[in-house]
Nanobody, 122 residues
Framework: QVQLVESGGGLVQAGGSLRLSCAAS????????MGWFRQAPGKERAFVAT????????IVADSLKGRFTISRDNAKNTVYLTMNSLKPEDTAVYYC???????????????WGQGTQVTVSS
């Protein structure tokens, strides 16, 4: 079992940056592949990025490459999502998730956080 708590969301102007954090507690954090997803109002939850247990490999959604970066610090039991050049269409609730198995861009994750709101104003 692992508990996930996101933080770092908020209101930012277009072109700005935010770094989201997801702190994990419970079973060994380094055992989990981690992912970030987002859900905009009226839309389905969408894949943002994922990172392997060691942090050596990542996948970022094609539409977000070059602006979003996922990273992790296993010593701090934390995964990060760094978002640059934010656009109003990035407005969404952002969720982190954990899974025992390998990388995936699907939402087939075992554990989910409660989400953090990101709002980008134009």
């Amino acid at each position: 079992q692992v508990q996930l708590v996101e933080s770092g969301g908020g209101l930012v102007q277009a072109g700005g940056s935010l770094r989201l954090s997801c702190a994990a507690s419970g079973r060994a954090f380094s055992s989990y592949t981690m992912g970030w997803f987002r859900q905009a109002p009226g839309k389905e939850r969408a894949f943002v990025a994922t990172i392997t247990r060691s942090g050596a490999s990542t996948i970022v959604a094609d539409s977000l490459k070059g602006r979003f970066t996922i990273s992790r610090d296993n010593a701090k039991n934390t995964v990060y999502l760094t978002m640059n050049s934010l656009k109003p269409e990035d407005t969404a609730v952002y969720y982190c998730a954990a899974r025992i198995r390998a990388l995936t861009t699907s939402d087939d994750y075992d554990y989910w956080g409660q989400g953090t709101q990101v709002t980008v104003s134009s």
